[in-house]
């Protein structure tokens, strides 16, 4: 089992850079693919990046791609999205998740949920 703890989200304007990192207690996190999501108000969850178990392979969605970078440290234990150039659209909660399986792209894939994380981007 994985229990996953986001770290803070802030406040932030336009065109300025966040970085979010997720903490992950449990002996197995190595194993997992993780992933972050985000769910913006009135909107379903939505994949935003993953990186695999052992970190050589990442995935963007299409609306972050070139913009944001996910990373993971697995002696730490910690996986981080660094977002840069936000823009109001990317105004979300913000979920970090553990997945056992394929494809690390869907929501249905993961097990384990952190409570999630506010980022909001002002224009």
């Known amino acids: 089992q994985v229990q996953l703890v986001e770290s803070v989200g802030e406040l932030v304007q336009a065109g300025g850079s966040l970085r979010l990192s997720c903490a992950a207690s449990?002996?197995?996190?190595?194993?997992?693919?993780m992933g972050w999501f985000r769910q913006a108000p009135g909107k379903e969850r939505e994949f935003v990046a993953a990186?695999?178990?052992?970190?050589?392979?990442?995935y963007y969605a299409d609306s972050v791609k070139g913009r944001f970078t996910i990373s993971r440290d697995n002696a730490k234990k910690t996986v981080s999205l660094q977002m840069n150039s936000l823009n109001p659209e990317d105004t979300a909660v913000y979920y970090c998740?553990?997945?056992?399986?394929?494809?690390?792209?869907?929501?249905?894939?993961?097990?384990?949920w952190g409570q999630g994380t506010q980022v909001t981007v002002s224009s």
């Open positions: 998740a553990a997945s056992p399986r394929y494809p690390i792209t869907a929501v249905r894939s993961y097990d384990y």
């Open positions: 449990g002996r197995t996190f190595s194993s997992y693919h």
């Open positions: 990186v695999t178990w052992s970190g050589g392979l990442t």
